[in-house]
């Protein structure tokens, strides 16, 4: 009896410890839809006056004869330039919040792969250039259709580019593309400053950076990383990242290659 009775107690105390565990989660969920709806909200506010705060800015630079004074034009494109910061910010909030609210899905279409993404590398060759950094680039043609959706593929591959300049300082980056099985893997390899071990597990997480991690510029916003998961697991795929702090860091996509998007209506082709 004295069994049972601290089985069954063991069992009360098990499903307390249960419900407790699961208001908080349930909790902790609402807490999460609230905050996504007020990211929604306010980033959808700031967009309009934003617009119209940068417009003016941009015509009265574009105006602007040689008679402007350079102090005048240093400040309006300064004004600029943090302003497409801010604007680049409210577009990354908004993207995450209609993929975490479930509206996005990757719009798959037939892309070469290998030759879109050499040229999304290549579009960072001049910053790494810049910055004193080597860019190789090894994307061969697949030689299978590769079906991803393309505004989602520049987003993954920049973002890892971006990033793999902005931490790194001696050394550079390599880029390359292969295909593996029925999946396409991607590798952002640099020689930059490294991620620690204990912070690799929160690495994805939106608004997570790193304390303290030199960096060639301290913009960011912490969400890079999350999208690009996002729109990794959008389209099946995985993201995973080797680092060793001093030595530098790997970012690996894993993406299927994929098949185009089912036509939404039409009848079914016979298949024979
Ligand atoms: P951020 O806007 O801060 O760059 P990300 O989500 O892109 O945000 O990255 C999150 C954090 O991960 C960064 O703040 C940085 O500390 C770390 N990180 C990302 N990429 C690299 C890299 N290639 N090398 C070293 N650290 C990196």
Redesign the pocket.
């Known amino acids: 009896h004295e069994l049972l009775a601290g089985q069954f107690a063991g069992a009360v105390g098990n499903a307390r410890a249960y419900a407790a565990q699961r208001s908080r989660a349930e909790a902790l969920a609402e807490l999460d839809r609230a905050k996504t709806t007020f990211f929604a909200n306010v980033s959808h506010e700031l967009r309009t006056p934003l617009t119209l705060l940068m417009a003016p800015i941009a015509d009265a630079l574009a105006d602007a004869g040689p008679g402007l004074p350079a102090g005048v034009r240093d400040q309006l494109t300064l004004a600029l330039r943090n302003g497409h910061r801010l604007q680049r910010l409210v577009n990354d909030l908004l993207e995450f919040v209609s993929i975490e609210a479930g509206r996005a899905s990757a719009v798959r279409v037939e892309t070469d792969l290998a030759a879109f993404t050499a040229e999304l590398a290549g579009v960072l060759r001049a910053a790494t250039e810049r910055a004193g950094l080597r860019l190789t680039v090894e994307c061969p043609p697949l030689g299978r259709p590769a079906f991803v959706d393309p505004r989602m593929w520049e987003k993954i591959v920049l973002?890892l580019v971006a990033?793999?300049v902005?931490?790194t300082f001696v050394g550079g980056i390599d880029v390359s593309l292969r295909a593996a099985g029925d999946a396409v893997v991607l590798e952002v390899a640099?020689t930059?400053?490294?991620?620690p071990a204990a912070e690799l597990p929160q690495?994805f997480e939106r608004f997570?950076?790193?304390a303290g991690?030199p960096a060639r510029s301290r913009e960011?916003?912490?969400?890079?990383?999350?999208l690009v998961r996002e729109l990794v697991t959008l389209h099946g795929g995985s993201v995973r990242v080797d680092s060793e702090p001093g030595v530098g860091?790997t970012f690996t996509v894993t993406v299927p290659l994929g098949a185009p998007d089912a036509p939404a209506e039409g009848p079914a082709t016979p298949s024979d």
């Open positions: 973002n990033n793999a902005k931490y640099d930059g400053v490294g991620i690495l997570h950076r790193v991690s960011g916003t912490g969400l890079g990383l999350a860091s």
